[in-house]
């Protein structure tokens, strides 16, 4: 079993930063992968980020692409999700989901996801 914990969501204003972390414990060893994505009331969740332990592969959702970006500390087994230039529209609970194969922007792929974190950007 592995356990997935979201952290770092908040409030900001437009043009701000923020990094959310995801860190995970258990069998991370069965762990190949992990991938961001995002929900706003009344809508879908949405793709945002994914990427292997290792860095490659790794894949952003066309709304973030060059705003976000993915790092890793493999000795933490913990992934960040750096949020640059945020928007109004990138307000939304932001879920992390651990796979043990690699599903890049495919929801269901994932075996594991924590509660996520709410991420609110002001105008």
């Known amino acids: 079993q592995v356990h997935v914990v979201e952290s770092g969501g908040g409030l900001v204003q437009a043009g701000g930063s923020l990094r959310l972390s995801c860190a995970a414990s258990g069998r991370t060893s069965d762990i190949y992968a992990m991938g961001w994505f995002r929900q706003a009331p009344g809508k879908e969740r949405e793709f945002v980020a994914a990427?292997?332990?290792?860095?490659?592969?790794?894949l952003y959702g066309d709304p973030v692409t060059g705003r976000f970006t993915i790092s890793r500390d493999n000795a933490k087994n913990t992934m960040f999700l750096q949020m640059n230039s945020l928007k109004p529209e990138d307000t939304a609970v932001y879920y992390c989901?651990?796979?043990?194969?690699?599903?890049?922007?495919?929801?269901?792929?994932?075996?594991?996801w924590g509660q996520g974190t709410q991420v609110t950007v002001s105008s």
């Open positions: 989901g651990a796979g043990e194969r690699w599903s890049g922007s495919y929801y269901p792929g994932y075996d594991y």
């Open positions: 990427s292997s332990w290792s860095g490659t592969p790794s």
